[in-house]
C-alpha cells in the first residue's frame, strides 16, 4: 500500500503507554512490563503495517521496553545478600509515567478553565429544548490508540480464508472517504465497526480505516466513545460537512 498520512492527531509513545495501562486497569507502579512490551509492539506493527508516518520516539521506547524486559529476565548476581534490594529497572519508566500523566491533567485541567471562560459572556438561553440536552451529554473523544485498538478487532474477526481472497477492484482511500462522507450525509452517526462490518476484506478494512484517520485529519469527522475505552462513534463535524438536503446546491452527489 502507498499511502502514507502524517496525523496531527498522533500522541507520543507515554501517551500509548497510559493508555495500554489504564485499558487493562494496571498497577502504574508494578507494571507487568512483558506484558505492556508485547502489546506496544503489536501497536507499532499495526501503525508501520497501514504505513503511518511514526515518530522516531515510538521505536526509541520500543527499545527501552525490551531493554528493560531483558534486565527484569536476569538471574540474581551470586553474593548478593537479601538485605540488599535489587534495583528495580522500571523505576526510570514509571517515574516518566506519573510525571507525565501529571503533566496531562494540568493541561487538560486549563483547557476546560479556558472552556469554562469561553461561556462567561455568552448570552443565558432561556429556555434549552430536549435535543439540545441531548447533544449535551458527556462523551469522550477516541484517541489514535482507540481507533488502532478497534482495527486490531476487525482483523481479528475476519475468517481466515478471506485473507486470501484475490481482490480484483482496488479500492482506494479516496473512494472511502467518499462512501463514509456520503453515508454520514444520510445518518447522523455510524459505529466504527460497522464501518469495517461494510468492507468485503481485509484489503477494504485497512483502506476504510485510512479514510477515517485522513477524515479526523481533515476535521470533516469527530469520533468519541461514550464510555471510555467503549465502542468508537463516528459523527460528522457539522461545520465542515453539508447537510443532506443541501447537498444538491454545491453540487454533492
Not at 186 to 214: C, G, H, Q, Y
Request: cysteine-free; overall charge negative.
Amino acid at each position: 500500500m502507498n499511502y502514507k498520512i502524517k496525523l496531527e492527531l498522533f500522541e507520543g509513545p507515554l501517551d500509548l503507554l497510559l493508555y495500554l495501562v489504564k485499558k487493562d486497569h494496571l498497577n502504574i507502579y508494578d507494571i507487568p512490563i512483558s506484558k505492556v512490551t508485547e502489546q506496544y509492539l503489536q501497536y507499532i506493527n499495526l501503525m508501520q503495517l497501514l504505513d503511518l508516518n511514526i515518530a522516531g520516539e515510538f521505536l526509541v521506547m520500543a527499545a527501552t521496553l525490551m531493554q528493560i524486559k531483558s534486565k527484569m529476565l536476569l538471574p540474581a548476581e551470586e553474593g548478593v545478600g537479601v538485605e540488599e534490594e535489587k534495583e528495580d529497572p522500571r523505576e526510570e519508566l514509571v517515574r516518566r509515567l506519573l510525571e507525565y500523566e501529571k503533566f496531562k491533567e494540568i493541561a487538560e485541567n486549563l483547557r476546560q478553565k479556558e472552556t469554562d471562560q469561553r461561556e462567561v459572556f455568552k448570552r443565558p438561553k432561556t429556555e434549552i429544548d430536549k435535543g439540545e440536552v441531548k447533544d449535551r451529554e458527556v462523551y469522550f473523544e477516541a484517541s489514535i490508540f482507540d481507533l488502532i485498538s478497534a482495527f486490531s478487532k476487525a482483523l481479528k474477526d475476519i475468517p481466515k480464508d478471506i485473507f486470501y481472497e484475490v481482490v480484483k477492484d482496488q479500492f482506494t482511500v479516496e473512494q472511502a472517504t467518499h462512501e463514509i462522507l456520503h453515508l454520514l450525509l444520510v445518518k447522523s452517526e455510524v459505529k466504527l465497526l460497522e464501518l469495517f462490518a461494510r468492507a468485503k476484506n481485509k484489503m477494504e478494512i485497512i483502506v476504510t480505516f485510512l479514510a477515517v484517520l485522513e477524515l479526523i485529519r481533515m476535521k470533516e469527522i469527530v469520533a468519541r466513545q461514550n464510555e471510555l475505552f467503549e465502542d468508537i462513534e463516528i459523527l460528522r463535524n457539522k461545520e465542515n460537512i453539508i447537510p443532506y438536503e443541501r447537498r444538491d446546491e454545491r453540487g454533492v452527489a
